[in-house]
């Protein structure tokens, strides 16, 4: 699913984002990425995401090779992946049922499955009556599980998240947590950075350690 | 989560089964679903584009006047100079050739001449004024009547005044020297150069008219894709979602582009209502002032299909400055 060979990402002041990484992840798998800040996580997400273009090496997601690949081909690369925002990247002037919709309206599909589609998403993460509601009636953890209700809704092969439950208190992180791994269940790629590490210790699934870039840990967390 | 019914493009398989993926697909693809969806997605657009310019009906309003007065300024004037080249040209074919008589042609010699000549083909119409009619009329129209009754002798020859039927310029020159070539002809006059002089006024109108427009429509350009530009910095964080989920570029300018042409249509149907009242207020002058000239010149109102042209490139001048301005500022707009 996931291919990082030799992956280096170096910026044009010099700043050096990642250093010859290297790893792979299995269609269906779920791993954490941790480190402290600067080590190199959200370098990670944006090449994954095509935010950003490698540098070095060779990046595939999907089969396909991030490095190269022509920049109308990036909305049907990013069509398979889902992601999930620490700050929820919500619209405030759009229902919670039009937020969830937004990647299944881009999909072009008929009315009746994206409303078959939304209000399947919405009841996985516990919203089934909240979709004329707005973003701004939520309160944090419920706007955070919208904000997971669209990642997945158009089903895709790979989730990431960025730092998913650094604004929640524990209980809800768990949640949290529990939806993700629900989602992983049914054969999506989760991928999730973050430096809570009492709660990767608490989940056992595959960890990366990143620091300075470099990949110093990949493994169970201890 | 439902089993994976139907997967974005480019999803992860083997490419064999990624092949045979595809071509049942192809076999089971609902293309009438496909089509509503799509419809549906521009008429989401579209309504979305429509309530957003409704959110502030002032502004657009004012957007919409200035690209509005903006096309009517070269289409009135324009207007205008189709009457007055209408106008020229009803003068143009009441272009007359004065033949004058010598002195010591008599009445009935002269008669004899008006009537060869009214028997020409090219001629419509060719009227006496004799010596004492011609003294008559100058008495009474240049303000000299005193003064010319004092003159011991009449000065004035008879005058025969020929109605050509052709306008061509060389038509009636061609005329002109052949009626000067009549026995008993002192002098064929023909004075068209007042005719051509307007022609050439006419025609730098046009330029004027034309520099005037390509001005205004580049001009339409800039505040079509300001305004563009200020909706696209409105909805930034949106357009990086957009982009985030997989929207193309052509997703993201979509309703850019309708608000565009509605910016664009709102503006013509302005220009049509300003340009519709202008002449008529205008008119009302014109009508007054041709009356003096004994003539019954009145400036017709937008023709409809003029009417039509104008909504349809205001659309256009919409769409197209919309369309610039995303192009410019799309891919400033990268998710961060």
Not at chain 1, 127 to 139: A, I, R, V, W
Not at chain 1, 164 to 168: A, K, M, V
Not at chain 2, 151 to 155: E, F, G, M, V, Y
């Given at each position: 699913m996931i291919r990082f060979e030799q992956v280096g990402k170096r910026y044009?002041?010099?700043?050096?984002?990642?250093?010859e990484l290297s790893f792979r992840a299995r269609r269906g798998e779920f791993l954490f990425v941790t480190g402290h800040s600067g080590a190199g996580k959200s370098t990670l997400l944006r090449l994954l995401l095509a935010l950003e273009r490698p540098t070095s090496g060779k990046l595939l997601l999907a089969d396909q090779d991030i490095g190269s690949i022509s920049n109308s081909e990036i909305p049907f690369l990013r069509r398979q992946i889902g992601v999930v925002f620490q700050n929820h990247h919500?619209?405030?002037?759009?229902?919670v049922f039009d937020n969830v919709a937004l990647p299944l309206q881009i999909l072009g599909l008929p009315r009746e499955e994206i409303e078959q589609r939304v209000s399947e998403a919405l009841e996985r993460v516990s919203?089934?009556?909240?979709?004329?509601?707005?973003?701004?009636?939520?309160?944090s953890g419920q706007q955070q599980r919208v904000g997971i209700a669209r990642a997945v809704v158009h089903q895709p092969a790979l989730l990431l998240a960025d730092e998913?439950?650094?604004?929640?208190d524990p209980r809800l992180a768990a949640e949290i947590m529990g939806v993700f791994e629900d989602i992983n269940r049914l054969g999506t790629t989760v991928l999730i950075a973050s430096h809570d590490l009492a709660l990767i210790a608490r989940m056992r699934h595959r960890l990366l350690t990143l620091q300075r870039g470099r990949l110093i840990g990949d493994g169970e967390p201890t | 989560m439902s089993s994976r019914q139907q997967l974005p493009r480019?999803?992860?398989?083997?490419a064999p089964e990624q092949r045979q993926r595809r071509l049942q697909e192809a076999e089971s693809t609902d293309w009438g679903g496909l089509l509503r969806a799509y419809l549906d997605s521009h008429r989401a657009s579209l309504v979305d584009s429509l309530r957003r310019l409704a959110r502030q009906p002032f502004g657009s309003f004012l957007t919409c006047l200035v690209m509005g007065i903006a096309l009517s300024l070269p289409m009135g004037l324009s207007l205008l100079l189709d009457g007055v080249e209408r106008l020229g040209g009803s003068w143009q074919r009441a272009a007359q050739i004065s033949v004058f008589v010598k002195l010591d042609v008599a009445e009935v010699e002269g008669q004899a001449l008006r009537e060869q000549i009214a028997g020409?083909?090219?001629?419509l119409n060719a009227e006496w004024i004799g010596r004492e009619q011609g003294l008559e009329q100058l008495q009474q129209y240049s303000g000299l009547g005193d003064a010319l009754k004092e003159?011991?002798?009449?000065?004035l020859p008879a005058v025969v005044l020929v109605t050509p039927r052709e306008i061509d310029k060389a038509a009636l020159e061609g005329l002109r020297e052949r009626l000067a070539g009549?026995?008993?002809?002192?002098l064929a006059q023909l004075d068209l150069q007042w005719v051509e002089r307007l022609g050439a006024i006419l025609k730098l109108g046009d330029r004027f008219v034309f520099g005037l427009a390509v001005t205004l429509v580049l001009a339409l350009l800039l505040v079509v894709g300001n305004t563009i530009r200020l909706h696209i910095e409105n909805r930034r964080a949106e357009i990086e979602v957009i982009k985030l989920v997989g929207g193309t570029d052509g997703y993201v300018r979509r309703p850019f582009l309708y608000a565009g042409a509605f910016y664009g249509i709102g503006a013509g149907l302005l220009a049509w209502g300003l340009l519709e009242y202008g002449l008529n207020w205008l008119n009302q002058s014109v009508v007054g002032l041709a009356a003096l000239y004994d003539s019954d010149f009145a400036l017709g109102g937008v023709p409809l299909d003029d009417a039509l042209s104008l909504l349809a490139g205001a659309l256009l001048l919409g769409w197209v400055g919309a369309w610039l301005a995303v192009a410019r500022h799309l891919r400033q707009l990268e998710p961060q």
């Open positions: 044009p002041n010099g700043h050096v984002g990642l250093h919500l619209l405030f002037d759009r229902s919203l089934k009556d909240m979709g004329e509601q707005f973003p701004s009636d939520l309160s998913p439950t650094g604004n929640l | 480019g999803a992860e398989e083997g020409m083909p090219e001629v003159l011991p002798d009449n000065p009549l026995p008993g002809v002192d």
